[in-house]
């Protein structure tokens, strides 16, 4: 059960950043020897018709955003990080 679980948390972001439809999934990433590193993914979210979709695609007005939204990401992963480090002591 226990490996159930944990093939499922590898399958979700371990923190997400959202600003609007801008948003920034963050992945936890481990090596065998325990190292780990964090990436992010971004995407916009928006209706078509009655229908939710999403894109990997900006346009100029979504910029700001996505700039804005990876400031935000590039922060929760060194907080990931530092929680990482205080956790391994």
């Known amino acids: 059960m226990k ?5 499922q948390n ?8 959202r600003l609007g ?5 963050i992945w ?4 065998e020897k325990g190292g780990a590193w964090y990436n992010a993914t971004f995407e916009r979210s928006y209706r078509d018709e009655d229908k939710h979709r999403s ?9 700001l955003a996505l700039a804005k939204v990876a400031d935000l990401a590039h922060t ?5 990080q530092h929680e990482d480090r205080n956790s391994n002591q």
């Open 3 to 7: 490996s159930e679980q944990s093939e």
């Open 10 to 17: 590898k399958l979700r972001p371990v923190a997400e950043v």
């Open 21 to 25: 439809g801008i948003r920034a999934a």
């Open 28 to 31: 936890k990433n481990e090596n």
């Open 55 to 63: 894109s990997q695609s900006f346009g100029r007005d979504d910029l």
């Open 76 to 80: 929760r992963i060194f907080e990931l």
